[in-house]
């Protein structure tokens, strides 16, 4: 939904959050980085190089992002879009399967942190679909908690409550974010980043955060 060719009529409804999106990105834009690298979930683990690029047509839009349409899921072509708004063009993208047990999330971040001399994380990831009435899926009391307490990991860049997330909770409440957060986590390792919560919202009964760490 934040791309307005298929929000339409409810696009603006969106400006708030994509204005955080956009602030998030360019920061990473002025890290000076030497590897830029876009996470988030997809049908399986791997990696893309910088050429790959997706499209909305499973969305009925002719919308197609990057060089190559239809290498990457959604995450990562919302991820490559975010990008582009800021000019920026990733260097690669790792996607995570759902099932992604935390310690290889953890161990893929740090694979990537190990990359380059100085590396910076676009992590694609919703939070629970259950929340509301109409939301995706049917609500779930725990949805807002778990949301709420991901909200305030984001904030304060609390790594040990991303990494001890649960794949079955996040099963349950259709938490699309928890593999990728994981490998934000294993990306930061034991170093303490600093973290900044730009937004916490949920328009469509779907969490949506968006956040900034720096080191």
Do not use: N
């Not at 990831?125 to 908690?145: F, K, L, T």
């Amino acid at each position: 939904m934040l791309f307005p060719e298929v929000a339409q009529g409810a696009a603006p409804g969106l400006d708030a959050l994509r204005t955080a999106c956009d602030l998030a990105v360019a920061g990473l834009g002025a890290a000076g980085a030497d590897r830029l690298y876009v996470v988030g979930r997809g049908p399986e683990e791997r990696r893309h190089g910088s050429g790959a690029g997706g499209d909305l047509r499973d969305f009925g839009v002719d919308v197609r992002v990057g060089p190559e349409p239809g290498v990457l899921d959604l995450a990562a072509t919302t991820g490559r879009w975010l990008a582009g708004r800021s000019g920026l063009v990733p260097d690669g993208y790792l996607e995570v399967p759902s099932d992604t047990v935390p310690g290889r999330a953890l161990e893929l971040g740090a694979e990537l942190a190990g990359e380059g001399e100085r590396v910076v994380l676009l992590v694609m990831g919703d939070g629970s679909a259950r929340r509301a009435e109409h939301s995706p899926g049917y609500v779930d009391e725990r949805a807002i908690p778990y949301d709420d307490a991901v909200a305030e990991a984001l904030a304060k860049a609390d790594t040990s409550h991303l990494a001890g997330l649960d794949p079955a909770t996040a099963r349950d409440l259709m938490v699309a974010g928890r593999p990728a957060w994981q490998v934000l986590a294993g990306a930061a390792g034991d170093r303490a980043p600093t973290g900044d919560l730009l937004a916490y919202e949920a328009p469509y009964g779907v969490g949506y955060f968006v956040a900034a760490w720096a080191l």
